[in-house]
């Protein structure tokens, strides 16, 4: 069983910037992918970016460029730098954990961090 706690999420202007993060329990970290997803008001949940153990990342096309997902191992903690943050940015934010065999698949689901960007 993973644990996984997310914080950092708040209120920014638009262009503005803020860095997530979301500590794991567990002695394994390092092998797990690690992942966030987005969820905003009336749609459905999102990919947002990922990290194998091995250190590669995808991201989705709308955040690629803006985004950056990060992990230290020793801390047992993956990041989420956003950049240039728009509106359409605001969202629940969510980070997931797997076994990284399918980039898009993940058990372990954290409780969200809601960020809001104002225009």
């Known amino acids: 069983q993973v644990q996984l706690v997310e914080s950092g999420g708040g209120l920014v202007q638009a262009g503005g910037s803020l860095r997530l993060s979301c500590a794991a329990s567990?002695?394994?970290?390092?092998?797990?992918?690690m992942a966030w997803y987005r969820q905003a008001p009336g749609k459905e949940r999102e990919f947002v970016a990922a990290i194998r153990g091995s250190g590669s990342r995808r991201y989705e096309q709308s955040v690629a460029g803006r985004f950056t997902i990060s992990r230290d191992n020793a801390e047992n903690t993956v990041y989420l730098q956003m950049n240039s943050l728009e509106p359409e940015d605001t969202a629940v934010y969510y980070c997931?954990?797997?076994?990284?065999?399918?980039?898009?698949?993940?058990?372990?689901w954290g409780q969200g961090t809601q960020v809001t960007v104002s225009s």
């Open positions: 997931a954990c797997g076994d990284g065999v399918d980039w898009y698949r993940y058990d372990y």
């Open positions: 567990g002695r394994t970290f390092r092998v797990y992918a």
